[in-house]
């Protein structure tokens, strides 16, 4: 039930936009509001739910689609962009209500429920590092690195969602994951310029991967 409740709820903000109710995410699952808090214990409960479900569907899409040992940092970065890009496409106001805490009661538990998106991330940093262990045994660098991409990701969303579908993107589609393709794969090349390697970003991870000679 509590899945079926997080699908009207969906329905309801990609509908009715993120300022939508309890009142109107019951009615789109056609039950009464109080039925509601039998499955969730309140509305930040409700809230979590909806957040971990568009984790899940952004780590079904991005996951499967990369490969760290045959795939270049490039690749594995717009394909990751191009699938969360494609998400936000399709859910707008859910994405809207996630990042802006739209209930009024929303905001304490509004970073901690957008952070699970940090899990993908973070499994992508844990990922290269495994591949760069050897050169750079410094995991949590990366990790980092993963986390200050992701905040860049939210931030960057926000800005190009802008408040409400009654206007244009702020930029077109495939500048903006132009643009985030190449400002994520700076910060990895950033991070590895810190741990004294060197990434070719169009190479596969191990094959692309030297130390930085020591200036004479």
Same mark, same amino acid.
């Given at each position: 039930?509590?899945?079926?409740?997080?699908?009207?709820?969906?329905?309801?903000?990609?509908?009715?936009?993120?300022?939508?109710?309890?009142?109107?995410?019951?009615?789109?699952?056609?039950?009464?509001?109080?039925?509601?808090?039998?499955?969730? !214990?309140?509305?930040?409960?409700?809230?979590?739910?909806?957040?971990?479900?568009?984790?899940?569907?952004?780590? !079904?899409?991005?996951?499967?689609?990369?490969?760290?040992?045959? #795939?270049?940092?490039?690749?594995?970065?717009?394909?990751?962009?191009?699938?969360?890009?494609?998400?936000?496409?399709?859910?707008?106001?859910?994405?809207?209500?996630?990042?802006?805490?739209?209930?009024?009661?929303?905001?304490? +538990?509004?970073?901690? +429920?957008?952070?699970?998106?940090?899990?993908? +991330?973070?499994?992508?940093?844990?990922?290269?590092?495994?591949?760069?262990?050897?050169?750079?045994?410094?995991?949590?660098?990366?990790?980092?690195?993963?986390?200050?991409?992701?905040?860049?990701? !939210?931030?960057?969303?926000?800005?190009?969602?802008?408040?409400?579908?009654?206007?244009?993107?702020?930029?077109?589609?495939?500048?903006?994951? !132009?643009?985030?393709?190449?400002?994520?794969?700076?910060?990895?090349?950033?991070?590895?310029?810190?741990?004294?390697?060197?990434? #070719?970003?169009?190479?596969?991870?191990?094959?692309?991967?030297?130390?930085?000679?020591?200036?004479?």
């Amino acid at each position: 039930m509590r899945a079926e409740i997080v699908d009207a709820a969906f329905r309801a903000i990609d509908r009715l936009g993120p300022n939508v109710s309890v009142r109107e995410i019951a009615e789109e699952a056609g039950t009464a509001k109080p039925k509601i808090y039998r499955h969730f !214990a309140d509305k930040a409960d409700m809230f979590s739910e909806i957040g971990q479900r568009m984790r899940d569907m952004l780590w !079904a899409a991005i996951i499967p689609s990369v490969n760290v040992q045959t #795939d270049s940092a490039r690749q594995i970065v717009g394909r990751g962009v191009e699938h969360y890009v494609e998400l936000v496409d399709q859910h707008p106001n859910v994405v809207r209500f996630l990042l802006q805490g739209r209930f009024a009661d929303q905001s304490a +538990t509004a970073m901690t +429920t957008v952070n699970k998106g940090s899990e993908i +991330t973070l499994a992508i940093a844990g990922m290269i590092s495994t591949q760069l262990e050897d050169l750079a045994p410094e995991p949590e660098a990366f990790e980092l690195a993963a986390f200050a991409i992701f905040g860049t990701a !939210a931030s960057a969303t926000d800005w190009w969602l802008g408040v409400d579908d009654d206007k244009p993107r702020r930029m077109p589609t495939d500048k903006f994951i !132009a643009h985030m393709t190449t400002i994520m794969v700076g910060a990895i090349n950033g991070t590895a310029e810190l741990l004294g390697i060197e990434i #070719d970003a169009d190479q596969p991870i191990r094959t692309a991967v030297r130390r930085q000679q020591p200036v004479a």
